[in-house]
């Protein structure tokens, strides 16, 4: 398939649902909270019973507007709402309320690594509810589904983007950055496993050099980076499979079955007009100010990107700080460490060391551990004035994420203050080469290597508190 893959393009496009994390729904006063009792969050609003009406929350236009911003999008001075219209289990009233040709931004770009992948469009929607399927399994899989209503009403921003990707490793970089995006400016929290960060993929084949898009497939119910990158490659080869057999893709929609890691046919993919789109009768158009606009870009936080290229700006390399900036709660401790005035590069040694592997091996967040911003800026100072050696900090850092307890506290319990008078040091140094005959006369013979070899000595007998600079000179001094 490989070989294959060579004679097509990929042309991509994603279209990502992000829950905007406002307490309220978007036309109605109910709660948002992820797991709640089935059915509790919900008004007679969210129900569509007769006669209610929709109020639109400032709230989620304002995260409307931010996200636009951050996207590098167009804010039009109009926008409007729409009816679309199916019918289905979870979406009460028989409508969605959407955007249909008046959205609130348009024409935004992200750049990754260098390449630029276009934004046709962002809107704000209302989201369905949620089925859940149950019973003994028969042929057709569960016996009854349930109805939960709770996300009915929850506000949306659906983000298109151009079909610029042309594989799908670029697809799920694109789509981490979005995450990152909309994380940081705090409108979603990018939960991609509670949903409350959805993906469908667009995806078609061309032969290679064409510039007519082949006919595409739409690819829902993919939930983790991982997965949408595996469902892209499994739909790329099957739609080079069809072709090949001299069959036609067809336009439809399909899911994503992680388990078999295959894409089933759900349904014939929709078009607009299937919707029967129509403004919304309840909902006037919607003025935005360019002082509303101004207001919200004044307030725009650190964009990734930004704080990507600050971090290298401080001497890191471009992988530690994409990997920090990749974690949120990591690169918002970070900064607080630098406000403090550390060193940078002390610190992102801890951060990217003794810290991530903590972090990894207990499954938890910078934030879930003890550890502040003020203890670890304390600790790099006593490296910084030889008070204690580097490895005596990496010794004591996990306890300080275990305790909360200051490093100056745990060096003075423990005795673990760094030995920086140069007779104590060189009397350990002499005793050390007086131990290890055969290796001084080898480091004379030309092994100079084995340097490395005394200086392990002397740190073992000095339990790591002798000052390594002293120690080296000290032994290359009476080594010879």
Known sequence: MESLRDKYEVVIGLEVHAQLKTKSKIFAPDGTEFGKEPNSETSPITLGMPGVLPVLNREVVNMGILTGLALNCEIPERCKFDRKQYFYPDLPKGYQISQYDEPICVNGHIDIKGKRIGITRAHLEEDAGKLVHAGAAGLAGSSYSLVDLNRAGTPLLEIVSEPDMRSAEEARMYMEELRNIVRYIGVCDGNLEEGSMRCDANISIMPKGSKVFGTRAEIKNVNSFSALQRAIEYEIDRQIEIVEDGGEVVQETRLWDDN??????????????????????????????????????????????????????????????????????????????????????IAVNFIMGEIAAYLKEEHIEITDTKLTPENLAELISLIEKNTISNNIGKQIIIDMMKTGEKASSIVEKRGLSQITDENAIKEIVQKVVDANPQQVSAYKGGKTQLLGFFVGQVMKETKGRANPKAVNDLLKEILG
């Open 260 to 345: 078999a890691r295959v894409t089933k046919s759900m349904r014939g993919k929709e078009d607009a007009h299937d919707y029967r789109y129509f403004p919304e009768p309840d909902l006037m158009p919607l003025h935005i100010s360019r002082e509303w606009v101004q207001e919200i870009k004044d307030k725009m936080p650190e964009l990734p990107e930004a704080k990507r290229q600050r971090y290298m700006g401080l001497g890191l390399s471009e992988y530690d700080s994409s990997v920090i900036v990749e974690q949120m709660g990591l690169a918002l401790f970070f900064d607080e460490v630098l406000k403090l005035g550390a060193t940078p590069k």
